[in-house]
């Protein structure tokens, strides 16, 4: 087996702790052997403090954050193009990771002092409006929740 492939296999077989919920995460350290309040410090860390890594995680000791780095991941979306218009609004293009590209939109409304998102919840669309370019594609698949949650963890985090 080639370096390459050993790679991909060790990073597939990581737990993505990106979109899971508490009670997920509680599972998930539980079969880690780890106290209750650790999923619970992790769950804060990924949706509340938006931690790009475990690293982040200072009030996990050293020890469990390299643990946590050899059997789990926090999954990004890789940004591809972000386009950024007059008003404000900022158009997000993510690469998924098996090479899909999806659309996120964030617009400012001045007017409510707020914002709003527009998430994809597919690859392509079925539809195939003449006027979007997102049609011409066709439909590819739908987004698992994990990918969803990644659009939202990505706007943020920037």
């Known amino acids: 087996m080639d370096k390459e492939t050993s790679s991909e296999q060790s990073k597939t077989s990581k737990k993505v702790l990106s979109g899971l919920t508490l009670a997920e995460l509680t599972e998930f350290t539980d079969s880690l052997g780890l106290p209750k309040f650790r999923a619970k410090q992790i769950h804060s860390w990924i949706y509340a403090k938006w931690a790009k890594s475990f690293d982040e995680m200072t009030d996990l000791g050293q020890e469990l954050r390299t643990k946590l780095k050899e059997v789990a991941e926090i999954q990004l979306l890789k940004l591809a193009h972000l386009e950024v218009s007059k008003d404000g609004t900022r158009k997000y293009l993510f690469e998924l990771p098996d090479g899909q590209l999806i659309e996120s939109v964030l617009i400012a409304f001045d007017d409510r002092d707020s914002l709003s998102a527009c998430l994809s919840s597919q690859v392509g669309c079925a539809v195939g409006c003449t006027f979007c370019a997102t049609g011409y594609l066709g439909f590819k698949r739908n987004l698992n929740h994990q990918e969803i949650v990644d ?8």
Do not use: A, G, L
């Open 151 to 158: 659009q939202v963890m990505s706007i943020q985090r920037e």
